[in-house]
């Protein structure tokens, strides 16, 4: 009997120890697994703010900014790789789940018609002579993201535009660690992340 098992463990060991290793399928599930990792946090903040019963977030519309570093109150590129744009894709990421959670959102960027270039066509804009400057909102929805240690903390409120109260708030920490790929070393100095 005991040499039955100790062919089945030999032949198991041999068997999934001759697996080839593809780094390519392996990069892609990181890819994934991060992906997954922001979808989830950008959830997690969607589902907090409209869980307040003062965000009529279904029958007024609301504007989603940039969110901003906690440092300046101004848009700064981050130093480090991966995370230069953290603040525009959780914003854009907040708008899809309000969207889809059934919340009026209000494009500010939107301009006042279609512009065609050689290469595409475009509706958005940051050029502000060419947006559209009637944007009817109730809320307006900001924020800032200050750094910490191996990760971003981001603070995010609903302003009421007709009296400036906050309505509803929450606050997200995203690892770098599930954000940037693994196997690099990262480590915190003066406020910047160093690989």
């Excluded at 480090?80 to 500010?108: D, F, W």
């Excluded at 109260?165 to 910047?192: C, R």
Aim: with cysteine; charged share 20%; hydrophobic share 40%.
């Amino acid at each position: 009997m005991r040499v039955n098992h100790f062919i089945l463990v030999l032949g198991c060991f041999f068997v999934f120890g001759c697996q080839s290793f593809d780094p390519q399928t392996h990069q892609a599930v990181k890819q994934d697994q991060r992906a997954a990792y922001f979808d989830a946090q950008v959830t997690k903040i969607a589902d907090n703010l409209i869980a307040m019963d003062t965000y009529q977030y279904r029958e007024k519309a609301s504007i989603v900014t940039t969110f901003v570093r906690l440092d300046s109150l101004r848009f700064k590129k981050m130093p480090y790789h991966g995370l230069e744009l953290l603040g525009h894709q959780v914003a854009q990421g907040l708008t899809t789940k309000l969207v889809e959670r059934g919340a009026i959102v209000a494009e500010h960027l939107a301009g006042t018609s279609v512009a065609v270039s050689k290469n595409a066509s475009y509706f958005l804009s940051r050029d502000v002579k060419k947006l559209n400057g009637d944007i009817q909102a109730q809320y307006v929805i900001s924020g800032t993201m200050s750094q910490m240690e191996q990760g971003i903390v981001f603070n995010i409120e609903v302003i009421d535009l007709d009296n400036q109260q906050i309505v509803s708030a929450t606050d997200k920490y995203f690892s770098i660690e599930q954000l940037i790929e693994q196997g690099q070393a990262t480590k915190m100095k003066n406020g910047y992340i160093f690989r």
